[in-house]
């Protein structure tokens, strides 16, 4: 079973049937909360080079919910 497509920037994605959020760790974070979350899917992040640094970060952005990841390398 594939997870459901949403456009970028959509906000948080649910699991199938309704269930827990993927982001709900984040989401429970009074510093961070839904609104919060919203802002991060929706939020471009450019990360320049895609080596020992830049491959772990992208997954990190990637894993967070960053809407839009851009790179640049040589």
Same mark, same amino acid.
């Given at each position: 079973?594939?997870?459901?497509?949403?456009?970028?920037?959509?906000?948080?994605?649910?699991?199938?049937?309704?269930?827990? =959020?993927?982001?709900? #760790?984040?989401?429970?974070?009074?510093?961070?909360?839904?609104? $919060?979350?919203?802002?991060?899917?929706?939020?471009? !992040?450019? !990360?320049?080079?895609? $080596?020992?640094?830049? !491959?772990?970060?992208?997954?990190?952005?990637?894993?967070?919910?960053? $809407?839009?990841? =851009? #790179?640049?390398?040589?």
């Amino acid at each position: 079973h594939y997870p459901e497509l949403r456009p970028r920037g959509t906000g948080p994605r649910l699991a199938a049937g309704g269930g827990m =959020s993927r982001y709900q #760790r984040q989401q429970i974070l009074p510093e961070i909360g839904a609104a $919060g979350q919203a802002r991060i899917g929706a939020a471009p !992040v450019l !990360v320049v080079g895609a $080596g020992g640094l830049g !491959v772990p970060a992208l997954q990190y952005l990637a894993g967070a919910g960053i $809407g839009r990841t =851009s #790179r640049s390398t040589r």
